[in-house]
């Protein structure tokens, strides 16, 4: 299967499972998904686009969701 046609849903429900099960689940520092998808659509400012990226250096799950959600576009 080509990447083009493979669907990520289940890749994005690991990530989403693998966070809620290590350590205490605390995603208090992460950004609301909301923001990740308007990230990947594009639909921030500037401003907010940069904060999010420098969360994204650090937090290896918000990077893979937000790869996973441009997948989706």
């Not at 849903?9 to 520092?29: C, F, M, N």
């Not at 659509?41 to 420098?54: I, M, Y």
């Amino acid at each position: 299967m080509s990447d083009e046609s493979r669907d990520p849903i289940p890749e994005l429900e690991q990530v989403w499972a693998k966070t809620e099960l290590a350590g205490d689940g605390d995603r208090s520092g992460c950004p609301a998904p909301e923001r990740l998808t308007a990230l990947a659509a594009g639909d921030l400012p500037a401003a907010e686009r940069l904060a999010l990226v420098d969360h994204l250096v650090g937090c290896a799950d918000c990077a893979a969701e937000l790869r996973l959600l441009r997948e989706l576009e």
